[in-house]
């Protein structure tokens, strides 16, 4: 059964607290993804990584950065936590093997309230 | 433009009804297509991808797909109260591992 897993499902911080958000992968896949959730504006891509220590930004990558030390893990850090990075983060993975076929497996996701 | 528009809802059909989600994309070179159910405050999960224009059935869904038109669709048959759920619309471009999802479109099923 594949998984991928988020270190918590709720998390509440002060604003400008550093913040750190794990994402683990069972699946050795090379890809992993860290999106935002927000009512209405649908799953918004913050950033990416096709492989260890290498990352993209995606569409909203300000105030956020990440880490890719190890294939199955990723990690989201918020610098200096502010009140709009409130939101539900979720993580997915993929297989850069599967070709078009390269279906995205989420985790739970962390429900994150910046107070 | 949005890279992926969907129409957000919410979208309401009685129960054993056709329920018709649509989904449309600007990237001309995007290869796949998929569609995901999101319920409420759990993470989306995959219900069906296709590639190829025309329609692909697995069970009571159906996916169908008009590179031309540069639109790809969900129906739902016999449509179930379970079925009650946010549905992602979301499109990849061979080579390019990252996907690009739509809004989401929610859709009640009401008994």
């Known amino acids: 059964d594949v998984k991928v897993t988020q270190s918590s499902r709720y998390l509440v911080k002060r604003t400008g607290e550093k913040v750190f958000l794990e994402c683990v992968q069972d699946m050795d896949h090379e890809n992993m993804f860290w999106y935002r959730q927000d009512p209405g504006l649908g799953l918004r891509l913050i950033y990416f990584?096709?492989?260890?220590?290498?990352?993209e930004k995606g569409d909203i990558p300000e105030g956020y950065s990440v880490s890719r030390e190890k294939k199955e893990r990723f990690s989201l850090i918020l610098e200096s936590a502010s009140t709009n990075q409130t939101s539900m983060y979720l993580c997915?993975?993929?297989?850069?093997?599967?070709?078009?076929?390269?279906?995205?497996?989420f985790g739970p996701g962390t429900r994150l309230t910046v107070l | 433009q949005k890279e992926v528009e969907q129409n957000s809802g919410p979208l309401s059909v009685p129960e054993g009804a056709i329920a018709s989600l649509n989904c449309t994309y600007s990237?001309?070179?995007?290869?796949?297509f998929f569609w995901y159910r999101q319920y409420s405050g759990k993470s989306p999960e995959l219900i069906m991808f296709?590639?190829?224009?025309g329609d692909k059935e697995d069970g009571r869904f159906t996916a169908q797909l008009n590179k031309a038109s540069q639109y790809v669709s969900l129906l739902i048959r016999d449509s179930q109260p379970s079925d009650s759920a946010t549905y992602l619309c979301?499109?990849?471009?061979?080579?390019?591992?990252?996907?690009?999802f739509g809004a989401g479109t929610r859709l009640t099923v009401k008994p």
């Open positions: 296709i590639y190829s224009n």
């Open positions: 997915a993975s993929s297989s850069r093997l599967a070709g078009i076929h390269n279906e995205q497996f």
């Open positions: 979301a499109v990849n471009t061979y080579n390019n591992n990252d996907m690009r």
């Open positions: 990237d001309r070179g995007s290869q796949s």
């Open positions: 990584s096709y492989d260890v220590k290498m990352k």
